[in-house]
């Protein structure tokens, strides 16, 4: 895959991230991973550097509040970012076309996953389906089937709940995306798929 950024492009978006207001090095790496919608998320090894020679050049200072830095961007680089608004066009358009292949490369390895995921859904429900017949005697009575019934439920509540929490949490770090919400779709078709075979076996 092609580098996300092209030379300097980087550079030049941390001093628009700037220009938004002060920041730490994580909140940087926070706003571009939300940027590319958690496609890609940069290294404190690809920031900071990055954020060093900025400060070398006058074009960002720091200041400290408590044990972290914070970083600020100077009137030189206020003066740099406003000559250079037509480079910084290009990169939000070269960012946006990165989200776009990234996105396409993660639909791409979700359709590939599926297919394997669908595979061991079915062998585990036949699996399943030969350990029940293995294991029971005579008829189910209703006592047993009620018993069963309502802790298949109660499964299927417990899961509902739990990623509900984590779909919530993690739209409230940040926004979800539709990647996102196809994986969860395949997924969940897959193993009602599955679920129902075995129901019906």
Not at 3 to 32: N, W
Not at 115 to 144: C, M, P
Request: aromatic fraction near 4%; glycine fraction near 6%; hydrophobic fraction near 40%.
């Amino acid at each position: 895959m092609p580098p996300v950024f092209a030379h300097g492009a980087l550079r030049l978006y941390i001093l628009a991230l700037l220009e938004e207001g002060p920041k730490h090095g994580y909140d940087m790496i926070r706003a571009l991973s939300d940027r590319f919608g958690g496609t890609y998320s940069p290294s404190a090894g690809t920031v900071y550097p990055r954020l060093a020679k900025l400060q070398d050049e006058g074009l960002v200072i720091t200041s400290a509040e408590g044990r972290r830095t914070v970083y600020s961007i100077t009137d030189a680089g206020r003066v740099e970012l406003e000559g250079r608004r037509d480079e910084l066009l290009t990169v939000e358009q070269d960012i946006s076309e990165s989200v776009r292949r990234l996105a396409d490369s993660l639909r791409s390895d979700i359709r590939s996953n599926m297919k394997g995921l669908r595979a061991d859904l079915a062998a585990t429900a036949e699996a399943a389906k030969r350990t029940a017949r293995r294991t029971s005697v005579g008829n189910v009575s209703d006592a047993t089937n009620q018993r069963l019934l309502k802790e298949a439920e109660m499964m299927l509540q417990s899961f509902r709940d739990e990623l509900r929490v984590d779909l919530r949490t993690s739209a409230a770090r940040h926004t979800l995306e539709d990647v996102t919400l196809e994986t969860v779709r395949t997924v969940l078709d897959q193993a009602r798929i599955a679920i129902r075979a075995t129901l019906r076996g």
